[in-house]
């Protein structure tokens, strides 16, 4: 079956440091790959998206890479603030539509 | 604002007393869904609707139940609530099939807790 995988554990750095957070996927082939943000009792937030074609994506300091080979999705947060700590949730798609939704990677940034 | 609403967003409430979760998104969005969030268990879709007066099952329907009788509004209804229905719900929304991947607009959320 389809299966996403994000760090389990909890990412702890420091201010000013880039954050990489991995998401890895198996017996799936998806179109693109979504990343989420997401706070404590609140919904997600979408940040970026990223199609299979395309092997790097950026918004002001956030980067996603989409490896088809290796079947993973690097997401990193550079210059990082106390305020990106949040969960930061994965969802490959299809063009079926349905999201595959990881578990997350809990992001601490500490002053 | 473009906004998917919730209400309530906190629900204490006791096994077998029906309840409505309300979902309601001003984005002209044509596709909605329902999730549930557990610990450990991430995101599971409990149904979606890709336009009025359709709906279908996600992965969790069992107690559950939809409607769709406007593009606004996709209320979600627990006609018997059981404790292992206790969980954190997202309303979401999208925009319709063939414009593109399915970024989803998600709801504040609304904590159920039954006794």
């Known amino acids: 079956s389809q299966k996403i995988e994000q760090n389990s554990e909890a990412l702890n750095i420091q201010e000013g440091k880039t954050a990489t957070l991995t998401c890895n996927y198996t017996n799936y ?5 979504q990343w989420y943000r997401q706070d404590p009792g609140r919904g997600p937030v979408f940040l970026l998206l990223i199609r299979e074609n395309e092997k790097e994506k950026r918004k002001e300091r956030l980067k996603v890479t989409f490896d088809t ?4 999705s690097l997401f990193h947060i550079t210059a990082s603030q ?3 700590s949040a969960t930061y949730l994965c969802a490959p798609g299809g063009n079926n539509r349905k999201l595959i939704w990881g578990l997350g990677t809990s992001l601490a940034v500490n002053p | 604002e473009a906004q998917v609403t919730q209400n309530p967003r906190y629900l204490i409430t006791v096994t077998g007393k029906k309840l409505t979760v309300t979902c309601s998104q001003n984005m002209n969005h044509e ?3 329902w999730y549930r969030q557990d610990p450990g268990l991430g995101l599971r879709q409990i149904y979606y609707s890709m336009n009025v007066e359709v709906t279908d099952k996600g992965d969790v329907p069992e107690g559950y139940k939809v409607s769709r009788k406007e593009k606004r509004n996709f209320p979600l209804i627990l006609e018997s609530p059981s404790p292992n229905q206790t969980s954190l719900y997202f309303c979401a929304s999208s925009s319709a099939p063939g414009r593109g991947p ?3 607009y998600f ?3 609304t904590r159920l807790t039954v006794l």
């Open chain 2, 102 to 104: 399915d970024t989803q």
């Open chain 2, 107 to 109: 709801g504040p959320g």
């Open chain 2, 31 to 33: 596709y909605m869904s």
């Open chain 1, 29 to 33: 082939s998806p179109a693109y790959l």
């Open chain 1, 82 to 84: 106390p305020a990106d």
């Open chain 1, 69 to 72: 080979t290796l079947k993973q």
